[in-house]
C-alpha cells in the first residue's frame, strides 16, 4: 500500500490521531528547539554565564530526542498501516545518516564531527578510529535499494545506537545481499541470556543489569514492527564471549 491508499480527503481514526500528535506536539517541540538555538546564537548581543548555556544545551539535546521519538512513532504507526514512501536511494549513504543520527543522541559533540566529512573513506577512517566498523558487501554496495528510506535509516538508527550504548569497545556494521537487504550490527558488550532475548522486543522492556542506561524500551519494539511490517524478520543472537548481534532481512519490495 503506498500514501495515497485511502482516497482523497478521507481519514481514518487512527490517522486523525496522528495528525493531531503531528501538529499538536511538533509544533511545540521546534518552537522549543528554536528558542533555545536563538539563544545560544553568538551573534544576539546576550552574554551567557557557562551554567546558563550549558542549561539551553540541555533543552535543546532532549527537545531533539523528543522529537526524534516523535518522527520514530510515526513511521511506526504508517508503516502498521500499510503507509511507505518507496524510491531508489544508495545504502551507503542512508547508513551515514542513520550512524550520525544515533551518534547525535549519545554524543552530540561526535555527531557534529561527523556531518563535515564528505569523503567516504573518510568518514570510515573516522568511525574505525572510534571502534566502530563499517562494510557494505553485494548488490548495494553499488545499486540503490528500492523501499522508504525514512523508515530503513530509523531501523539502523536504532540497532547502532543500541549497540553503540551497550558495547564495551568494538561495534560491527554490516551490509549484504543481491536482493533482500541485509543487515548486520554487532556489539562487544554483555551477552544476553536466552530467557532473556524474547522480552527485548516487548513494550518499555529493559534489562535490570542495564538500568544505569538512559532508554525508554521502545526502540527494539519499533525496529521489529517495521522489519515485519514490510516483509523481512530481525534475528538476535547472543553467546557469552561473542556479544550481541542483530540481523535484519528487508525484501526490496
Known sequence: MTEDAHPPGHLTNKETLIDLLIHDLTGPLSIVGMSASNLLRKDRGVVLGDQQRRSLERIRRNNH???TLLREMIQIFRSEEGLFKKNP???????????????????????????????????????????????ITGKYGRTPFYHDR?????????LIGNGLKYRNQRLKISISGNRDLLGLVENDGTEIPPGEQATLFQRFSRLNRHGHIPG???????????????????????????????MVRIPTK
Do not use: W, Y
Open 65 to 67: 530526542k523528543a522529537q
Open 89 to 135: 536511494f544508495f545504502v551507503e549513504e542512508m547508513l551515514k545518516d542513520a550512524i550520525t543520527g544515533a551518534m547525535e543522541l549519545i554524543d552530540p559533540r561526535m555527531s557534529e564531527l561527523l556531518c563535515d566529512i564528505e569523503d567516504g573513506g573518510e568518514f570510515k577512517h573516522f568511525l574505525e578510529r572510534q571502534g566502530i566498523f563499517l562494510r
Open 150 to 158: 525514512e523508515k530503513v535509516e530509523q531501523i539502523f538508527r536504532n
Open 216 to 246: 525508554l524500551g521502545l526502540g527494539l519494539l519499533g525496529v521489529k514492527a517495521l522489519v515485519e511490517t514490510m516483509g523481512g524478520g530481525i534475528i538476535l543472537k547472543s553467546e557469552p564471549g561473542r556479544g550481541v548481534s542483530f
